[in-house]
């Protein structure tokens, strides 16, 4: 089934704890993306990346990295979360410019709560 | 700037009832557009999709969608609600190979 995967689903950690969400697709796309969801702001990006080893900052990038070792693996990273990181997370992906359709699949989020 | 505006925080119809969502866009070129939904729990799932051609486009759960370029708008319809149509509901645009959401339409669905 072609199914982007993230986890955790859920988690609750403290403020300057480092923590990792995980996301791979089985799509072979090159495209993958970070979104988080915030109540009245609707989906806001935070880095994509075209392709391995490619990667770009997105509209609200502060405070999170990312990598792109593998194609079907692109990583959200945290290094020291804060209260205002509290959210809905959103990883998809897409194919590249080839067979170009511009649809995004979506994983099932990731709610993450800093106290 | 590219923007895409969902008037509609929160709507509620009744079942049965029909139901359009709004959605503006800003966008010189041909936009790519999508509505997708999402239910409570969920990841967003794709309506439906406008690249080019007819201006009223079909998805998925007998929903909607026409494009009118002169109102730069991109709304959703369906004829009757069901109650499993609660959800919520988003528009975005393509640009740049990226996509843009809008804030998002809450839709309630009364027995």
């Known amino acids: 089934e072609a199914q982007v995967t993230q986890n955790p689903r859920y988690l609750i950690t403290v403020t300057g704890k480092k923590l990792t969400v995980t996301c791979s697709q089985n799509m072979n796309h090159e495209y993958m993306s970070w979104y988080r969801q915030d109540p009245g702001l609707g989906l806001r990006q935070i880095y994509y990346s075209m392709n391995v080893e490619v990667t770009d900052k997105g509209d609200v990038p502060e405070g999170y990295k990312v990598s792109r070792k593998e194609k079907r693996n692109f990583p959200l990273i945290l290094e020291s979360p804060s209260p205002n990181q509290t959210s809905l997370y959103f990883c998809a992906s897409r194919r590249g410019l080839a067979g170009y359709t511009g649809e995004l699949f979506f994983g099932e989020g990731s709610r993450l709560t800093v106290l | 700037a590219q923007s895409v505006t969902q008037p509609d925080i929160h709507i509620t119809v009744s079942e049965g009832a029909s139901l359009e969502l709004r959605c503006n866009y800003s966008y010189g070129a041909t936009p790519y557009l999508f509505w997708y939904v999402q239910s409570p729990g969920q990841g967003l799932q794709l309506l439906l999709k406008y690249f080019s051609g007819d201006t009223l486009v079909q998805g998925i759960k007998g929903f909607e969608a026409e494009f009118k370029r ?27 190979n990226d996509m843009r959401f809008g804030a998002g339409t809450r839709l309630t669905v009364k027995p």
């Not at chain 2, 709304?75 to 393509?94: G, M, Q, T």
Request: charged residues 15%; glycine residues 0%.
């Open chain 2, 70 to 96: 002169s109102q730069s708008s991109f709304n959703l319809r369906k004829p009757s609600v069901h109650w499993s149509d609660a959800a919520e509901y988003f528009c975005a645009v393509v640009t740049n």
